[in-house]
């Protein structure tokens, strides 16, 4: 019975949620088909049966999982025989820091600089809620949090020095093969390459070439997304 | 060839350098004798063999290692056949990006939590120096630079959440036994508890009863250095 992965979408099918990303490389990685339901923000209706309201959700079987992190978990322990996302046991608890290093760490510093160019790829009967919803949390309009982003993009940079000092002599996190360590960071700038066309990266730096290595994984699957 | 360890002292030989408590811990994880080096802040000639001046240094052979982080892959190659550090190549790649983390986002925020009361365990003939160089650091007085730290240490709490959500269902990061991603937040914990009184993690906080268990490690090696 097939996997069914419900995943943000915006304007015109795009998908840019760095959650989303997470699962979705995830799931490539394990090698698992899965049917598609695509859900707006307006749509968490779609979400009910999941007894919340984001994404990703995945469905197999009987079994219902949300929350990226715990479906990393759960399509390790029920595919084992697959390519690990970890590694190891010791790998599975050092991935899991590093998902909380870089959604507490990293995402928080790159939002203000993308936020208002994300209201371009959101469907046009999100806008309302999403453009209300993220004032609210910034508490400023939006293109004014973005104004200033030429000033604050060193401190972004700067925060990924963590994974810069890895994948500046080895092709991933863990070494020769990309593991979810990789794809937590992925998702995370997969979601800025969609949505805006803002230099975050400069080319002479490792994170480019990794990231530039993630985009080719399994058949190309980062780049069959249009960039902004 | 019995290695040398050149390592951080203070007041009364007290042990208090994070990054030392990084490289004792993975001596002892790796179960390797060595002979000790003390070198006080204003001793850094003793080092001057190695090309540098910071503490922790090892000597094995004709090796000369400094910096923990390497260190810590020195000893890992070098002693295979000893309790891993990092369980798998893919957690070598991991533990690095934590001790990334670490250093950048929760150190900084730890450090002028507790930096005033340093001063009293720093050696005496250190304390010019220390003071001097610190106080350029943070751009003021170190008991100023401490005076608010009532305000501050929620941040520095919130800091050690991509640790919480790890060791709060699991004994140690990797998961039953400890690792080096382990050692990396104690070392920087312990030159909080070796040099500060300070209450710093609530005694519920899962961080807590995590630190207790490293502290017992190694038959109690880190808690054979007496509380501040």
Redesign the interface.
Known sequence: MAITFYDLCGRDAKRFSPYGWRTRMALAHKGLDYDLELVKFTEKDKLAFSGQKLVPVIVDGDRTVNDSWAIAEYLEDSYPDRPSL????????????????V???IQPLLAPLIIADILEHVDPADLGYFDESRRQRFGRPLAEVQADRDAKVDGFR??L???R??VKD?A?????GP?Y?DYVLFGTLQWARCTSAYGLVTADDPIHSWFERLLDLHDGLGRSEPAA
């Open positions: 970890f590694g190891s046991p010791e790998g599975r608890g050092m991935a899991k820091a590093i998902n909380g290093f959604n507490t760490t700067k925060s020095e963590p994974y000092i890895v080895r991933f996190v863990g070494g020769d593991t360590a």
